[in-house]
């Protein structure tokens, strides 16, 4: 569980960043 975890960690990051630079836009 926590190597899935570590895996999307960053990609979740990346996503909700990725949202929240479109919601600026």
Do not use: D, G
């Amino acid at each position: 569980y926590l190597l899935m975890f570590l895996h999307w960690l960053p990609l979740n990051l990346l996503i909700l960043k990725s949202e929240s630079f479109m919601l600026w836009l």
